[in-house]
């Protein structure tokens, strides 16, 4: 058949021997505030976690204030260029600084109006020359570590955390035809929702779900059989969905998108197939023919998060005159199909609450959600 060619299957990939069954997270992980609350410590505060791209702060004076894993902060690009990551919680009173997005020259915080470099230093303190032992020159705003990798900004709040690009060194390999640092952000959405992060990430890392889901809207296009799993090499997992050739009626929301021209770069066998990539904890992307669709994933609670998903594509494709009419047409095929999306995960949700929720057996197909449990069974153990 014709998709078997674009995107043969692979043999399916082998639980490690031992005695632990491949089956998935308890249940009651995704309501435990007891367990989210070790999550915040075990996880959010060591782990490498995304919370946009460089070009989110393009321009000198650019911000952008993100909350994750319970701290404020702000994104700033300052006068020379530099991208900083601070706290924008006031080193007076703890005031927020500041809100939502813009450009500015610096900060100042409402209350009292100190005034804060964007590169974080105090610049301003008025009233404060008779307040022994305070040196406004030893004041500034703190910050989490901050990396970049492939254009996304990641922060870790561990000090002693170790870098997160040698981590993903083969992962940088596998997406490297994809030059994703060139890659710039066309549009963006953002949801609140019911749901724990692992419930979120794990239903975007399997595709096993199209043939029951997505059964008339994306298994036409992206069929279950033509799934394969990478072997994981790190802590993340890489999914590959082959293209099938339409055959017969195909639903409008199940063609194959026509968007921009293919990544020159790309192979065939990158072009035939659609890509996820699960970077532990909560990073996902999905790398097209064409573009780069990514979430940042900011829990909130046991049972609440906030996504916001990005579509992403090479800076070249901005000077076509298509471009952004082919992003629209993406996106709103994109809303439509995440509502079959939202109905499973809200029904997980509720599910997971029943007294005869279990741990169940995983497919072959669920062979990241395995990886992605043992990394955080390792992380959460005593
Ligand atoms: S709390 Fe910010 S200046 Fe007082
Ligand atoms: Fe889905």
């Not at 990551?85 to 109006?113: D, T």
């Not at 199940?254 to 921009?260: D, I, Q, V, Y």
């Amino acid at each position: 058949m014709a998709e078997e060619r674009t995107a043969r299957r692979a043999p399916a990939l082998a639980y490690p021997a031992g005695p632990a069954e491949a089956r998935g997270l308890d249940p009651a992980s995704y309501r435990d505030p007891e367990i989210f609350a070790r999550e915040r410590a075990r996880i959010f505060s060591r782990e490498w976690l995304c919370i946009g791209r460089v070009e989110d702060v393009a321009r000198p004076g650019d911000y952008a204030s993100v909350d994750i894993a319970g701290e404020p902060l702000v994104m700033v690009r300052d006068r020379d260029g530099a991208l900083h990551v601070h706290s924008r919680v006031c080193r007076h009173r703890s005031m927020i600084l500041v809100e939502g997005s813009g450009n500015a020259g610096n900060f100042v915080c409402p209350y009292h109006a100190w005034t804060y470099a964007l590169d974080g230093r105090l610049v301003g303190a008025p009233e404060m020359d008779r307040s022994p032992g305070f040196a406004r020159e030893r004041c500034r705003l703190p910050g989490p570590r901050v990396e970049i990798w492939l254009g996304f900004v990641f922060v870790n709040f561990d000090p002693e955390a170790s870098p997160l690009a040698p981590r993903l060194a083969p992962l940088s390999g596998a997406l490297a035809n994809w030059s994703l640092a060139d890659m710039v952000t066309v549009r963006s959405f953002e949801f609140e929702l019911g749901w724990n992060w692992k419930v979120m990430c794990e239903n975007f890392i399997e595709a096993y779900h199209h043939l029951g889901a997505h059964r008339l809207s994306l298994e036409p296009f992206l069929p279950t059989r033509l799934v394969q799993v990478e072997e994981s090499k790190g802590p993340y997992a890489i999914v590959h969905m082959g293209h099938a050739k339409p055959v017969g009626h195909v639903p409008e929301e199940a063609r194959a998108p026509t968007a921009l021209p293919d990544i020159a770069a790309l192979t065939a066998g990158q072009r035939g197939r659609s890509s996820l990539v699960h970077v532990f904890p909560c990073h996902l992307i999905s790398p097209e023919a064409d573009r780069m669709e990514y979430y940042t994933v900011f829990p909130l609670a046991p049972d609440r998060l906030r996504v916001r998903k990005h579509f992403c594509v090479p800076r070249a494709a901005l000077a076509e005159p298509r471009t952004d009419a082919a992003i629209g047409e993406l996106a709103a095929r994109h809303l439509a199909y995440r509502i079959e999306d939202v109905a499973i995960n809200d029904g997980v949700m509720k599910g997971s609450g029943s007294r005869y929720a279990a741990r169940g057996h995983l497919s072959h197909l669920e062979r990241p959600l395995w990886d992605f449990r043992r990394w955080w069974d390792e992380r959460m153990a005593d």
